[in-house]
T-cell receptor, first 113, second 112 residues
Framework: DVKVTQSSRYLVKRTGEKVFLECVQD?????MFWYRQDPGLGLRLIYF???????EKGDIPEGYSVSREKKERFSLILESASTNQTSMYLC????????????FGQGTRLTVV | GENVEQHPSTLSVQEGDSAVIKCTYS??????FPWYKQELGKRPQLIID?????GEKKDQRIAVTLNKTAKHFSLHITETQPEDSAVYFC???????????FGTGTRLLVSP
């Protein structure tokens, strides 16, 4: 079974804090993604990575950055958390170009107060 | 970039009825169209997908159809059951790039 694990299920942070969301996958997948899920807006892509040290902006990258130092780990960073970043964050991974199924982590519910 | 629209946002049916969820996409280069089901409090999981060289695919009670000319694809669930209640997301991507763009989701409620 593919496992995608996010470091926290629930997180409460203060406005202005630097926040790290960690995601680890154990299937040697090349591609990893960070999505944000909000009611009525679906899953919106923040950033993705095709390989170690590579990153691409998604549709809503403002206020976020990412890090991929190792193939199995993809981190989402909120440089200075704001209340409008309160949301559910989902990490996903997909194997090589012949594979198409996205495997999701369990999600991190982030509240910024 | 790709934009995926999904309708309806909510759908209520009686057990045993059929349910249809429709999506449209904007990028004619997209060639892969999966559907994900997300039960309450759980992560999204793939339930069926279709590639652009196929017009229809079926798996037991669920089926997906694709109209490339109109850039439409739909999910059909027959003989719905209460356990089908969930949020369903359509998505589109160019397979070579693996980047999935999701629709806004449909909350399906199946009443006994």
């Amino acid at each position: 079974d593919v496992k995608v694990t996010q470091s926290s299920r629930y997180l409460v942070k203060r406005t202005g804090e630097k926040v790290f969301l960690e995601c680890v996958q154990d299937m040697d997948h090349e591609n990893m993604f960070w999505y944000r899920q909000d009611p009525g807006l679906g899953l919106r892509l923040i950033y993705f990575s095709y390989d170690v040290k590579m990153k691409e902006k998604g549709d809503i990258p403002e206020g976020y950055s990412v890090s991929r130092e190792k193939k199995e780990r993809f981190s989402l960073i909120l440089e200075s958390a704001s209340t409008n970043q309160t949301s559910m964050y989902l990490c996903a991974s997909i194997g090589g170009t012949e594979n198409t199924e996205a495997f999701f982590g369990q999600g991190t519910r982030l509240t910024v107060v | 970039g790709e934009n995926v629209e999904q309708h309806p946002s909510t759908l209520s049916v009686q057990e045993g009825d059929s349910a249809v969820i429709k999506c449209t996409y904007s990028d004619s280069a997209s060639n892969y169209f999966p559907w994900y089901k997300q039960e309450l409090g759980k992560r999204p999981q793939l339930i069926i997908d279709i590639r652009s060289n196929v017009g229809e695919k079926k798996d037991q009670r669920i089926a997906v159809t694709l109209n490339k000319t109109a850039k439409h694809f739909s999910l059909h669930i027959t003989e719905t059951q209460p356990e089908d209640s969930a949020v369903y997301f359509c998505a589109a991507s160019i397979m070579r790039f693996q980047k999935l763009v999701f629709g806004t989701g449909t909350r399906l409620l199946v009443s006994p």
